[in-house]
């Protein structure tokens, strides 16, 4: 069964600071990864995607790595700024098939 | 081109009610998932419609029951609700085979109160 793991479940920055969002998953034979933002009350919002076959995924002041062989992945964000505060959320995927997600990483980003 | 919507926004049911839950797929997805998001946790896997057929379900009570619709829509309905289904419910949708990548979009969610 796949587990999926985020540490921190909470982090605070002050505004300005490069930050680091881990993501760990038990079963590495996965297809793809999916970071994404949560606000509070809200759906989800596609951040990165990145498939089995590639390493990392660049946008914007965001980088998403994958490791498969470990069973990790990073979401660096560049020069935090309060409008990402949310919870950021990975999921890992088989193919055309379900999402497994970790319970999040709450970031607040003090001005 | 049009997102995932979802509606309705909010619902506040009783105990031992019936509900349905209603998503529109981006234009093009054939495929169509629900989760279910308990506060504080991540979404978790209720079930997956691909081309009107399940393709797939989580571990959660023949009471959740799905429909696909001809033009990918999908309904979610729950019967004999019950308080711990208080939650965001979140449907996606997905191109698929379409491009090989199997990106999952979400929609605004329809949080579900029962008292």
Redesign the interface.
């Known amino acids: 069964k796949q587990e999926?793991t985020q540490i921190p479940a909470a982090l605070s920055v002050p505004e300005g600071e490069n930050l680091v969002l881990n993501c760990s998953f038990t079963d590495s034979a996965i297809?793809?990864l999916?970071w994404?933002r949560q606000d509070p009350?809200?759906?989800?919002?596609?951040l990165l995607?990145i498939?089995s076959s590639q390493r990392e995924q660049t946008s914007g002041r965001l980088n998403a790595s994958l490791d498969k062989s470990s069973g990790r992945s990073t979401l660096y964000i560049a020069a935090s700024q309060p409008g990402d505060s949310a919870t950021y959320?990975c999921?890992v995927?088989f193919?055309?098939?379900?999402?497994?997600?970790?319970?999040?990483t709450r970031l607040t980003i003090i001005p | 081109e049009t997102g995932v919507t979802q509606s309705p926004t909010h619902l506040i049911k009783t105990r031992g009610q019936q509900v349905t839950l209603r998503c529109s797929s981006q234009s093009g997805h054939n495929t169509v998932s629900w989760y279910q998001q308990a506060l504080g946790q991540g979404p978790q896997f209720i079930f997956q419609y691909y081309r009107e057929e399940e393709n797939g379900r989580g571990n959660f009570p023949p009471r959740f029951s799905g429909l696909q619709f001809p033009n990918y829509s999908s309904e979610l309905n729950v019967n004999a609700l019950e308080l711990d289904d208080s939650a965001l419910y979140l449907c996606a949708s997905s191109p698929g085979v379409r491009t090989g990548s199997y990106e999952q979009y979400f929609g605004p969610g329809t949080r579900l109160t029962v008292t």
């Open positions: 999926v297809y793809n999916q994404f009350g809200k759906g989800l919002t596609s995607l498939q959320l999921a995927g193919g055309n098939e379900k999402l497994t997600f970790g319970t999040g």
